[in-house]
């Protein structure tokens, strides 16, 4: 008996929690080691007595868990707040045992308790280092929105404002897809599959694409995103958002001026190309006063002629929309070497067409393809001082761009110079600007292309537009 009661003692003080044992009115009949550690009572204190335990506050609640007691009912790791003498707390995980008599009446009660203050407290700072990121994000200046599933889970201040809403809560649950042109669809989720596939933190480069606001209307943004946590085994990407609007007008400003300056330097040629039908369709006229009627047809083609150049003349002009069309290549080339004629002609130059092959169809804004051919070929035009032949042929490569390539007979341009091309304000030209290069690399740029040039001095100059073609645009 006596080494029964010795093992039940040493089992008490051998465990790592704390135990009380208490009758039906709360008195203390026993405690263990660690209980005292605990709370910081000895034994001797407590034995016989109603412990102030429980926080005033959670009296309520412990009066409730009390009456599930006396019914029998046990309570199983509960957390609650415990006193200590002193009179400060720490978290417990308790468990609540009644004890019965043979006759199944509750006599008192076992109580163990699990000191879980570290655990609480890692919690706790996990729980604050949470609203630390989340005031990061939230606060940062650029524009943030987290989604998953392609659905927004949140958008910081920035991105509400980008975007024109008040709080994050009018974007939380939308579609991506309803901020994007609808085309762009297969585009943007494409993307997204790949950044997922990546591994953690892999990323997607920024592209451009016209995004939409809360109000509908389209602005100019690029977008990049970042696959950056799993929650409940779903990635969740960050997508930051970058406002264009400002960069797109003044670049669109310099292809504008870029592209007046383009027409005043072929107003010359034209205006000479206007003038000598005009010589022509007065002495038909003349004649025509003797009756003879057959040279009406001939004037009739003149005032055609006059009539497509001063069209041309005037469509480049004008400022057009600038969005993306799905486009004929070989129409555009062929109505800008219409329009180039005069200018050739001044040079002595013929600009021959290779179109031995079927031509795709490109997504572009052809007003835009159309100035950066006309500068190339202007440029190979101006290069040939002595006349000579330009050619332009296609050709795809990787089946997945067009290529257009312009190869004139000129001058060339030594390696020292080509380094220089594209930069501003290179011109070798009396009246050039020495911005047509930077500009067709900006333009075919933003319509995901790319342009290089090769030449050899005295032998000529090669440049090739790469551009997509329509059916890629989609696998990009
Ligand atoms: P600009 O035509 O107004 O001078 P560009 O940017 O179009 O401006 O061209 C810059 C310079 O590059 C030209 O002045 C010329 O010296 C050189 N260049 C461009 N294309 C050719 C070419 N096909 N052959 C020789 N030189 C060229
Ligand atoms: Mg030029």
Redesign the pocket.
Known sequence: MRLKEYLIDSLMNLTSDGIVIVDVNGSVLEVNKKFEELHGWTREEVIGKVLPMVPEHYKADALRLYQSLINGEQIKNFEALKLRKDGSAFYASVTVSPVKNTEGLVIGFVGVERDISEKKKAEEELLEREKQFRKLLKLNPEPIALHMDGFIQFANDACCKLFGGASSDEFKGRSIYDFFCPNDKHLIKARLQQVMQADLDGYSEFIERKMRKLDGTFFDAEISSTYVYKNMGNPVVQSVIRDLTERKKSEEAIIRSEKL?LIGQLAAGIAHDIRNPLTSLKGFVHLLKSKNTDYVDVMMEELEHINYVVNEFMTLAKPHLNYFIESKVLELVQSVIGFLKPHAHLYNVQIQLEMDQEIPIIYCIPDQIKQVLI??L???I??MVSGGVIQISFRSSLNQFLVISVK?Q????SEE?LTQ??EPF????AN?????????KRIVEGHGGKLS?L?KINQ??T?EIELPIVNSIYQI
């Not at 000129?410 to 341009?413: K, R």
């Not at 290179?426 to 030209?429: E, Q, S």
């Not at 050039?432 to 067709?440: A, E, K, N």
Request: glycine content about 20%; aromatic content about 2%; proline content about 0%.
């Open positions: 300056s500068n190339v202007k440029n190979a101006e290069s004139d000129g001058i060339g341009i110079r091309l594209g290179f011109t070798t030209k050039g600007t020495g911005l047509g290069l930077m500009v067709c040039i030449s000529g100059t440049v």
